[in-house]
């Protein structure tokens, strides 16, 4: 099993159009082999201060896949393809940390 964070930069004022254009893949990716978790989050309001938090333009997707090869499989999904090009000029930068179970 593999973790995966997407960190997601957002151009500024495009995070509610972005999540938009996000939430229609969503339902299609929980669907495919491998997955196990799938969703789009952003940053919580607290008073904990070790929080790196009050990023108005950044969506952190958590994923988690059964395999690498599931989530290889993931990105050429004919649905990712389609909605790549949809969001493209939102995104500034995107972070993916690929992470396993210690």
């Not at 997955?35 to 919580?44: F, S």
Request: hydrophobic content about 45%; charged content about 25%; proline content about 5%.
């Amino acid at each position: 099993m593999i973790h995966v964070i997407a960190i997601i930069e957002l151009v500024e004022g495009q995070r509610a159009a972005f999540l938009n254009e996000f939430h229609k893949i969503v339902a299609d990716v929980r669907t495919e082999a491998g997955c196990l978790e799938y969703g789009p989050t952003i940053d919580a309001s607290t008073d904990i201060p070790a929080q790196q938090g009050g990023r108005e333009n950044v969506v952190t997707i958590v994923e988690k896949w059964e395999s690498v090869a599931h989530l290889k499989d993931h990105l050429v999904a004919p649905h990712m393809v389609a909605y790549r090009p949809k969001v493209k000029d939102m995104i500034v930068r995107s972070t993916l940390h690929i992470l396993e179970p210690a």
